[in-house]
């Protein structure tokens, strides 16, 4: 069997996979000399052998670890089990990727009675030895014997009320004693150090399978099968007294990205303290201030570490009696904002290069510099002021639990979390909410570091609001009273609350991001398109970089207001003169609308498709607007609900859409290349250089192709005669059906270029309707049946497969034709890697997503070039 316990010094950086992220880390710090307390590391894989035998620690596993305590106690100095010399572990989850408190910790493991009266002895603070009993005895509890800690507060809350004293700090040795004595009369907890020490890595293992754990795996595309590593290491005391204390800090701004050391300390405290956010940290000045030396010594550690691992650094450090510890390290969660000045900076430093830099922004980081931000200028009452955990700006309505958070939203709303703290128990509250809003916590809470990570806009220890969860009220310090379900708005740049709805402004990009893009522009092979129908959002997709359209869904151009009566007229026509009219109408929307499009595209590729969508999708659904159409077309609002029930379908997803409406009604089709061919002429005449890609929908045979190909050349031809111009058009078709990958062979021959529309392709090869799938996908995933949800991360096993099938055939039958992606998937970074894979020319994807699909596949090139 392969060794599973690893001393910190037997392991580095790069054993991940094996020690888990804070094992490998440990380990390495160990390495470079830094005074990181001594321990060893048992490794994922055994997590997996725990699992596959049922939860049961292999046979030889506590003769491996008891050797390698051994050698811990050698290098520290006491002894585990020892009550004249004791010395105590923390036990700890480390997964090969960071889960931020979504397993469990024990600390102080190794106290008994005996043990706590032995350190209260030697250390000559028996204040001290008797509080970390308890808090021992409290999380042993919780987390290994599943006893609910609320049972352990009340108790220490009717203690304090019973001998007057409110707070934690008048609490003497013999008080916390006899509260040791009430907790034990409710768990009957080991006394042995090596039993409890068993018991710990077991219910390390176990957490992996906590409900939130398998939340936060399945948000962000964790295998479970990874495992986690256990750590057991060597406790060091920031709560010992006031020369000791605990912080967590970066080595950059994790918000702004500025380079300067950002950190928090709190004085006498245990480092868990920090990271809940149970009490509000002081800036890291303080500790300068008051301990220079340890303040130099933790300033040098997080340069070399900075150095060391070439990135951005989350550090978490204790002070024992003016004693500087390491505790961990690892790369830093940071804001879209920050992780790209962080990467841009880093390669003026001469510290990464520009495809590693590349590598260093996540599609998040994007979106979050994308996101909207609070209008300076329309900011009204500031009602409370907290610390501007992640930027952004956001409205909703105030809820004060996750499962509140989750109700409204599915009922349509907006929701603001509003919580005193949070914990991992609130993430699937978080994953709803637009905003999070705490009344505790520091910048490195846990509200602030999952906020962040999510680019959730989000302000942690507010202090000027007091939040009465019962009542479901929030009081401001001014005494203004807000309600459970009233507006408010948080800025999420400024730490500020303010009441109501406030406008908010698109993002800026920075110049950083403009050097980002341009490097993504250097290194990637994919062009970018955009999905875009009015200029609007063609300007938009130009100005974030598209390089042309790769979808224009025409039915998008006719539901404006003014427009849709006569799409509706059209269809609800009584013979061709009177649809031909209607036609006309259409007609000139359209040829106008493309026209704009030509403009604002400059001689780039446009792809038209035409119309897709079921008729029935256009006619009127309340009775207020049968009425008015009724007047407005000259029927009888009767006629109108007759054809209404006529044209209605049973499957319009698979019904009577797509090419198949050219095959019925082939003047629709015409009417749609005269306007596109039409604006293409009047374009090239002011010397506009168009580029039309008429693009057929759904296509099923080859048989469909060559029909409306040829309805499309002869009115093409006949405009060209007329107006004795020509300009360079394409025919092309949508890959969206199983049966045109299938056939792509035969399809080869008629077309120019494909398209794989995969919202449909998916819909149809797993035939999971795309309107009704979010019911049911949820349960697919939590129970492991799908890894992703197909409608979002393209299924390369068969999607992808049909796609590489089909190009790979046609490309046999017809050399040139070129291949792109129009579906979501055509934004989605994974989908995108795929697509580089296959050869593609382009992804197309929404105007937004375009900054992320240009970094996406320049990601993928560099990664495919390593
Ligand atoms: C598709 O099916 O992938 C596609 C892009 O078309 P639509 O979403 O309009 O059906
Ligand atoms: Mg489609």
Not at 4 to 31: I, P
Not at 214 to 225: A, D, F, K, L, T
Request: net charge negative.
């Amino acid at each position: 069997m392969a060794k599973r316990v690893y001393l910190f010094n037997e392991g580095n950086k790069d054993d991940r996979e094996l020690l888990g992220g804070k094992g490998a880390n440990l380990c390495e710090m160990t390495n470079l000399g830094l005074p990181v307390p001594f321990g060893f590391v048992i490794t994922a894989p055994t997590c997996r052998e725990f699992f596959e035998s049922g939860n049961k620690l292999p046979n030889l596993l506590e003769q491996e670890y008891r050797v390698a305590l051994d050698l811990v106690e050698k290098k520290m100095g006491g002894r585990f089990g020892d009550p004249d010399n004791p010395l105590l572990f923390s036990v700890r989850s480390g997964a090969a990727v960071s889960m931020p408190g979504m397993m469990s910790t024990i600390l102080n493991l190794g106290l008994n009675d005996e043990i706590t009266a032995g350190l209260a002895n030697k250390t000559g603070n028996p204040r001290f030895a008797y509080d970390s009993y308890r808090r021992f005895i409290q999380m042993f509890a919780d987390v290994v014997m599943e006893k609910d800690g609320e049972h352990f507060e009340d108790i220490i809350t009717e203690y304090k009320k019973a001998h007057d004293k409110p707070l934690d700090v008048d609490m003497s040795a013999e008080d916390w004693q006899a509260v040791i004595a009430k907790f034990k009369a409710l768990v009957d907890f080991p006394q042995d150090p090596f039993e409890q020490l068993r018991l710990a890595i077991e219910a390390v293992f176990l957490s992996w399978h906590t409900p939130r754990a398998n939340v936060y795996r399945e948000m962000n595309n964790i295998p479970e099968s990874m495992g986690t590593a256990v750590n057991v290491q060597a406790m060091v005391f920031g709560n010992f007294g006031d020369d000791s204390g605990s912080g967590v800090a970066f080595t950059r701004n994790p918000s702004t990205g500025e380079h300067v050391f950002f950190g928090e300390y709190l004085f006498n405290a245990a480092g868990e303290d920090v990271v809940a956010g149970i009490r509000t940290p002081e800036p890291i000045d303080a500790l300068k201030e008051r301990m220079p030396e340890v303040y130099q010594q933790l300033f040098d550690t997080q340069l070399l570490l900075e150095k060391h691992y070439r990135d951005m650094q989350d550090i978490e450090f204790t002070v024992q009696e003016g004693r500087f510890y390491m505790l961990q390290t690892r790369s830093g969660k940071r804001t879209g904002r920050a992780a790209i000045k962080i990467a841009v900076d880093m390669v003026s430093e001469g510290l990464i290069s520009e495809k590693e830099a590349l590598l260093r922004v996540s599609p998040e980081h994007v979106e979050a510099l994308l996101h909207p931000m609070i209008d300076p200028k329309a900011k009204t009452e500031i009602i409370a002021k907290g610390l501007p955990a992640s930027p952004g700006g956001a409205t909703g309505q105030i809820v004060f639990s996750a499962d509140e958070a989750v109700q409204t939203e599915a009922a349509g709303h907006k929701v603001i979390l509003v919580r005193r703290e949070t914990t991992p128990e609130d993430i699937h509250g978080m994953k709803v909410a637009e905003g999070i809003l705490t009344e505790l916590g520091g910048m490195t809470s846990h509200a602030a570091v999952v906020a962040r990570g999510m680019g959730v806009c989000a302000i942690t220890g507010c202090g000027d609001l007091s939040i009465d969860h019962n009542a479901g009220t929030v009081t401001t310090a001014a005494g203004l009273v807000l309600q459970r379900g009233e507006v408010i708005t948080l800025d999420g740049t400024a730490g500020e609350v303010m009441l109501g709805d406030i406008a908010k402004v698109e993002a800026s990009a920075s110049e950083d991001f403009k050097v980002m893009l341009k490097w993504a522009d250097k290194y990637r092979r994919l062009k970018v398109r955009a999905n875009a129908e009015t200029p609007e959002d063609a300007r938009k997709a130009r100005e974030l970089g598209a390089e042309g359209i790769g979808l224009c869904r025409t039915e998008h151009m006719f539901f404006e207001a003014g427009r849709i009566q006569y799409m509706r007229g059209m269809i609800l026509a009584d013979n061709d003169d009177e649809r031909a009219t209607y036609l006309e109408k259409l007609l000139t929307f359209q040829q106008q609308d493309m026209l704009e499009l030509f403009e604002v595209m400059k001689g780039l590729p446009v792809t038209i498709r035409l119309l897709d969508p079921p008729l029935h999708e256009f006619l009127p659904h309340t009775e207020e607007d049968i009425v008015a159409l009724a007047a407005q077309i000259g029927k009888s609002p009767d006629s109108i609900r007759e054809a209404a029930t006529q044209l209605s379908e049973v499957n319009p997803m698979l019904g009577f859409r797509g090419c198949r409406l050219s095959v019925v009604y082939p003047q629709i089709t015409e009417m749609q290349i005269k306007a596109i061919i039409g604006a293409a002429i009047d374009a090239a005449k002011r010397g506009l250089n168009p580029f039309p890609e008429i693009m057929i929908p759904l296509v099923v045979n080859v048989r469909e192709i060559r029909l409306i190909t040829e309805i499309a050349e002869r009115t093409i031809y006949d405009m060209f005669a007329k107006h004795s111009v020509s300009v360079r058009y394409k025919i092309g078709t949508m890959m969206e059906t199983p049966r045109a990958c299938l056939g792509a062979r035969r399809l080869a021959t008629s077309v120019e270029f494909m398209s794989f529309g995969t919202n449909d392709l998916t819909q149809m090869t797993y035939g999971f309707s795309r309107d009704d799938a979010a019911r049911f996908i949820p349960a697919y995933l939590s129970k492991n049946l799908i890894e992703n949800d197909p409608f979002v991360s393209l299924d390369t096993r068969a999607v992808g497969r049909l796609m590489k099938m089909a190009i790979s055939e046609s490309r046999e039958e017809k050399k040139g034709i070129k291949y792109g992606i129009c579906g979501e998937h055509g934004g989605d970074p994974s989908s995108i890697r795929f697509c580089h894979e296959l050869g593609l020319e382009y992804v197309s994807c929404s105007p937004y997503r375009v900054p992320v699909a240009r970094i996406a596949a320049a990601q993928a090139n560099v990664m495919a070039n390593k």
